[in-house]
């Protein structure tokens, strides 16, 4: 977690797995970002498999129930200023 100046340090970035478990495009090769940033050695534990890891729905994924496109949505965007007791 990644806390910011902003409001007295109250504000925080916090990067989720299920954010990044999805594919992503490295030079017109998709893969998933996790196994490639863990490929590319940024995690200190090496990560060879992504099965049973959550992933976040696509807001535009028609195959997917809305409340949980939805709920993916708000996590993905909202979420990390939006805490009770904060705002
Ligand atoms: C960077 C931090 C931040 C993020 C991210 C953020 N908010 Fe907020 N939000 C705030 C703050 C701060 C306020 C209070 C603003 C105020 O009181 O003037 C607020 C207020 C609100 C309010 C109340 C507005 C009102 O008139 O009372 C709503 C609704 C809201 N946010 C929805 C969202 C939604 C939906 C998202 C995601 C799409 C989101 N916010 C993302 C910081 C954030």
Redesign the pocket.
Known sequence: MLKLPHAGGR?RSRIQHRQLNRDHGYGGTFTNQILALSQMGYFSNSITAIDGLFSYASATDETVPVEQRVRS??AA??V???QPGF?
Do not use: F, G, R, T
Request: hydrophobic share 35%; with cysteine.
């Open positions: 504000i949505y708000l965007n909202c990390q200023c939006h705002w």
